[in-house]
């Protein structure tokens, strides 16, 4: 492989085994789970730079709001400080007609080890299964281990679309101290 290109992102499929079993949300105390409203876009911003995506502003943010699915962009509130803290996105597919693609997952480090990030996910692909939305799927990066390893948990499976993309899940797997477990993940082969 060309190292000088940059890899290609880590996809991730909700397996078809479990399309008619939508994760549970267990959302901890203090904690709100409700779709965005306007007044929350500033703080998303916020949320986004704090998860290590800097420089969202109203002109990042207008290409995605096309793609959002009817009340499936998802927000959790810290009721204490009345503020989101966590967010995901229910996104059309460009890659799947008739497909959702898991988006935009992020949260506040302040709030970290509470399970947000799993609770996001979870209303988002709750949000697909039952609107029927097929395949569902996601994209993501090799060093963003906490996000990986909450899609993992969520029971997404590692899609092994191109051909290197098992050394690297290998790797990934290692990271975490998670199974690798190739032979039961799609692949595009």
């Avoid at 060309?2 to 085994?17: G, T, V």
Wanted: proline fraction near 10%.
């Amino acid at each position: 492989m060309d190292e000088s290109r940059p890899h290609p992102q880590l996809e991730m499929i909700w397996p078809a085994q479990r399309l008619d079993a939508p994760p549970s949300i267990h959302l901890p105390a203090g904690y709100a789970l409700r779709t965005h409203r306007a007044e929350d876009t500033p703080r998303f911003y916020q949320v986004m730079a704090l998860a290590g995506w800097p420089g969202w502003d109203d002109a990042r943010l207008r290409p995605w709001l096309g793609r959002i699915l009817p009340q499936g962009w998802f927000v959790i509130v810290c009721q204490e400080r009345g503020q989101i803290v966590a967010t995901a996105m229910a996104l059309t597919s460009e890659a799947y007609p008739g497909g959702g693609e898991l988006g935009w997952l992020a949260s506040d480090p302040d709030h970290r080890g509470r399970g947000l990030g799993l609770v996001a996910a979870a209303a988002v692909t709750a949000w697909f299964i039952e609107a029927g939305r097929r395949p569902m799927h996601l994209y993501t990066e090799d060093y963003r281990l906490p996000a990986l390893k909450t899609y993992l948990k969520l029971g997404y499976v590692p899609f092994l679309c191109q051909p290197e993309m098992g050394d690297r899940w290998r790797t990934v797997c290692q990271q975490l101290g998670w199974p690798f477990t190739p032979d039961g993940w799609p692949s595009r082969a």
